[in-house]
């Protein structure tokens, strides 16, 4: 209700496809992902780059490019930001683009800006791989094939994690994830709460709808959730 009261709204919100695993996007920088999103929310706001007072973007796999830990600042400027704008990297695992949004509310309520952009990136496909301890070898183990385990393989935790949230919160399937959820679109770690969040304000325009939530499971047996309220 605070956020409400204090008259925190969002005024344009843009994201960009989300590609497939090892996609024409795959070799795509961090920053330039983001920085495209941000110009298109910038324009869709009808708000200028020189007016934004902080930059807030969650990203958790920063080892995916060499200016990965520069994202958010790089992003920014990409978008023709100034440079004297600051820029916040937020690191909540599948929560970072919910908790962004949300670190923006908050900036906004204790008077420290009044236009913050937020926002979420990570690139599946641009991950390096690190093989540890196979400079002395590797034991072969039990010699267990793909064919022996291919059932456990396939189990997928996480729908069974959604179908189970819905059961228990008595949630009508047909209200839930209408534009596909992560499974049907992907699950970029950061990227997905602030896909989630503009699918929500998109969707109650479209719907005349009230309110919209937005939530995501976070490593470490955590969650956020998000209320979006239209006026």
């Known amino acids: 209700m605070e956020s409400v009261v204090k008259g925190v709204v969002i005024v344009g919100t843009k994201r960009m496809a989300f590609g497939t695993y090892g996609g024409k996007l795959s070799n795509t920088f961090l920053s330039d992902i983001q920085a495209t ?27 995916s490019d060499e200016g990965g830990i520069f ?41 420290l800006v009044e236009i913050p952009l937020a926002g979420g990136v990570d690139n599946m496909s641009a991950v390096p791989f690190s093989a540890r301890n196979i400079r002395f070898g590797v034991r072969l ?11 456990l393989s396939l189990t997928d935790t996480y729908s069974a994690q959604t179908l189970t949230c819905a059961k228990e ?12 959820g992560a499974i049907a679109i992907g699950p970029p770690l950061a990227a997905s709460g602030a896909r989630i969040t503009a699918h929500l304000v998109h969707e109650l325009r479209r719907r ?3 309110q919209g939530i937005g939530s995501a499971c976070i490593g470490g047996g955590q969650g956020i959730t998000v209320l979006i309220e239209s006026l």
Not at 37 to 63: C, F, H, M, Q, Y
Not at 87 to 94: D, H, R, T, V, Y
């Open 71 to 111: 994202t958010a600042r790089h992003a920014a400027l990409k978008s023709g930001i100034p440079i004297e704008t600051p820029a916040l990297g937020i690191n909540k695992l599948c929560g970072s683009g919910f908790q962004a949004v949300a670190t923006s509310c908050h900036d906004i309520n204790t008077g």
């Open 208 to 210: 005349k709808a009230k």
């Open 37 to 63: 999103s941000i110009k298109a929310a910038l324009t869709s706001g009808g708000v200028k780059p020189e007016l934004v007072d902080s930059v807030n973007v969650g990203n958790v796999l920063s080892n």
């Open 141 to 151: 183990g039990q010699n267990i094939v793909l064919e022996d385990s291919l059932w």
């Open 169 to 180: 919160l008595k949630l009508d399937i047909n209200e839930l994830n209408v534009n596909g």
